[in-house]
């Protein structure tokens, strides 16, 4: 009988700072979602280190002081990678590569190495190694020892500067090369979107993990990979979906997270366009988190800035089976009664009041709520539906009921 092996995962630590913008509640958190980031990407995390500072230090990002006790750490540990949450500029991730003498990771290159991890099609892989050519590019000076040459001084003229340039010239002349493969698979894709017809579109957008591809399988009946880790889906899937005899497409977008690299908005730009030629969004929210109001924003100002947020949207408060709000002693008279303690029920009297009949609450995973969710999606398909075709108005009766009372 042969031996299990166990997965090892790689034993790292993570950086965080409490500035102005950042209070110490709000760097706990970041470092929470970094952690399941670092998980994701097959780390474990053994230790946080967290240092107020007002101005990052240009050359280490933390002070010296914070700096000696990470070395230490990490040397008596045998760390293998160093994780700080803001990213890092090439000459401080370079400088504290040498103090440190390990891997030194910041946020924006742990999502694009878990991106290059989850990319699975020909289309997603090109998208993050588009990125990570980009964001490679400033910081090519640290990453091969025969580049060290380029310094100067005695014994190090010669090649050292043609070596870095060279290649430079490598990642620039790839970096072209990936964008115009990009561009042209990007026009194919634009084809086949033009090529559905003038069926109503609907895309599922969202926080990273919070159940699109769950529902997905739910309501379309395919198997869309689903996995309890950050960006288990990269590609966009659509499938034909048809509630009562009415039909229409439904996508399963990118999840979003906060501080997204730039990088990566741009090169899954045609992945984004799925959402900005949707008739409808369907916007998942995991309420079991406890930062949910967080994501929506984050949510929010990405479509905002693909010029999305504007359009019809039914906000869907997913893995409501999970939800438990935190209790308050009753012999507690210093804590304050805070959202934190709100019931289900209490959230529904909140700004999710204002939003009328835009809301659900399902669980994806239970199937809880689910008949409600189809008559809602139905109800707002057909109000797209008959606007474009009126003649089909006596095709689709108003309400999902109605078909199965026939």
């Known amino acids: ?201 609907v895309a599922l957008v969202g926080y990273t993990n919070v159940g699109k591809s769950t529902l997905m399988n739910v309501i379309s009946k395919s198997e869309v990979f689903a996995e309890n880790k950050l960006f288990a889906t990269l590609d966009t899937t659509v499938r034909k979906v048809v509630l009562g005899n009415l039909p229409f497409l439904l996508s399963d977008t990118v999840g979003f997270i906060r501080k997204l690299p730039t990088q990566l908005v741009e090169s899954f730009k045609s992945t984004l366009d799925e959402v900005r030629e949707a008739d409808l969004l369907l916007h998942v929210v995991d309420i079991s988190h406890p930062n949910f109001e967080e994501h929506v924003d984050s949510v929010n100002a990405i479509l905002e800035d693909i010029k999305s947020i504007n359009k019809p949207t039914i906000m869907v408060f997913n893995k409501i089976d999970q939800y438990q709000p935190e209790q308050l002693d009753e012999d507690d008279l210093v804590t304050e009664r805070t959202t934190a303690h709100f019931t289900l029920d209490e959230w529904k009297k909140t700004w999710f009041n204002k939003m009328g009949d835009a809301v659900l609450f399902i669980s994806a995973l239970n199937k809880e709520n689910l008949d409600e969710f189809r008559k809602k999606v139905y109800q707002k398909v057909r109000e797209i539906h008959v606007t474009r075709f009126p003649y089909n108005n006596f095709l689709y009766p108003e309400n999902l009921d109605e078909y199965s009372q026939e």
């Not at 008596?76 to 500029?89: A, H, M, P, R, Y």
Request: proline content about 2%; some cysteine; glycine content about 6%.
């Open 1 to 201: 009988m042969l031996e299990q092996k166990s997965i090892e995962y790689e034993k790292t630590v993570l950086i965080g700072v409490i500035n102005q913008k950042q209070t110490a509640e709000k760097v706990d958190e970041y470092l929470d979602e970094l952690e399941f980031l670092t998980y994701t990407a097959g780390g474990e995390v053994t230790k946080r280190f967290v240092q107020k500072v007002d101005v990052p230090n240009p050359k280490t990002y933390i002070g010296s002081g914070k700096m000696e006790e990470v070395r230490t750490y990490v040397k008596e540990n045998e760390i293998g990678s160093v994780i700080f949450d803001d990213e890092l500029t090439p000459a401080q991730q370079n400088n504290i590569e040498k103090l440190l003498k390990c891997k030194i990771l910041d946020r924006t290159g742990l999502i694009l190495d878990i991106f290059a991890q989850r990319a699975q099609t020909s289309y997603a892989r090109t998208q993050v190694e588009l990125a990570q050519y980009e964001y490679l590019l400033p910081r090519l000076t640290g990453l091969w020892t025969h580049l060290e040459r380029q310094r100067g001084g005695i014994g190090m003229r010669g090649p050292g500067e043609t070596e870095i340039e060279t290649d430079r010239r490598i990642v620039r002349d790839r970096i072209a090369l990936l964008k115009k493969k990009l561009t042209k698979i990007d026009r194919q894709m634009e084809t086949q979107r033009s090529n559905r017809g003038a069926l109503v579109r």
